[in-house]
């Protein structure tokens, strides 16, 4: 069964410094997400991206963050210059269909960001 | 906007006992709900889903969840909980678009041997 992948597992990064966490949606999925997670705290939304471009953002996403797409395979989240409260769980999720189906979302492993 | 409410932080329950985990959510048009688990270290995974249809829907590892939009609610069950279904549980509710999820606070769920 396809599924969402997500490299690295885990990041450990000094404040300040850039990450950026990728993902490998599934192949045929036209939406792309990333969520957030602080330790013991619920999953948050922060961005959505169909056709190239951002298509919602919350207001979490503010401007340290950004979203790329390289490739036709690759979906990328930007942390510019990392803060201690960036540290959490990071979820990157695709749907398939086209705007307005409503389709669900299918969620990868997380990668775990600790910023010291 | 929409949200989600999820009442009980933790429960416990033993091994074979009956399970109902809460969800309660707020959206003014039909809402798209879904419940996901999460165990320890693992990422989220889609237990069910309802758009429309049939207000009882079934999802794996033999969970059902119950639309009642009198009540706004959409309730997780299983007749007979295993110890492997210890996790923690969210219920979310989607846009049309479905561009933003919002999950609640999540259930913690125990199972005592």
């Known amino acids: 069964e396809p599924e969402v992948t997500q490299t690295p597992s885990h990041q450990v990064t000094q404040m300040g410094q850039e990450v950026i966490l990728r993902c490998v949606p599934i192949?045929?999925?036209?939406?792309f997400y990333w969520y957030r997670q602080i330790l013991g705290q619920k999953v948050e939304f922060l961005v959505s991206?169909?056709?190239?471009?951002?298509?919602?953002k919350s207001e979490i996403f503010d401007d340290q963050f950004s979203v790329e797409r390289p490739d036709g395979s690759n979906f990328t989240l930007k942390i510019r210059s990392t803060k201690l409260e960036d540290s959490a769980m990071y979820f990157c999720?695709?749907?398939?269909?086209?705007?307005?189906?409503?389709?669900?979302?299918?969620f990868g492993p997380g990668t775990r960001l600790l910023v010291l | 906007a929409q949200s989600v409410t999820q009442p009980d932080i933790h429960i416990t329950v033993s091994e074979g006992a009956s399970l109902e985990l809460r969800c309660n959510y707020s959206y003014g048009a039909t809402p798209y709900l879904f419940w996901y688990v999460q165990s320890p270290g693992q990422g989220l995974q889609l237990l069910l889903k309802y758009f429309s249809g049939d207000t009882l829907v079934q999802g794996i590892k033999g969970f059902e969840a119950e639309f009642k939009r009198s009540q706004s609610s959409f309730n997780l069950r299983k007749p007979s909980v295993h110890w492997s279904d210890a996790a923690e549980y969210f219920c979310?509710?989607?846009?049309?678009?479905?561009?933003?999820?919002?999950f609640g606070a999540g259930t913690r769920l125990t199972v005592k041997p």
């Open positions: 979310a509710v989607g846009s049309f678009n479905n561009n933003d999820m919002r």
């Open positions: 192949s045929n999925h036209l939406y």
């Open positions: 991206f169909y056709n190239n471009e951002i298509s919602e």
């Open positions: 999720a695709s749907s398939g269909g086209a705007r307005g189906v409503g389709e669900t979302q299918y």
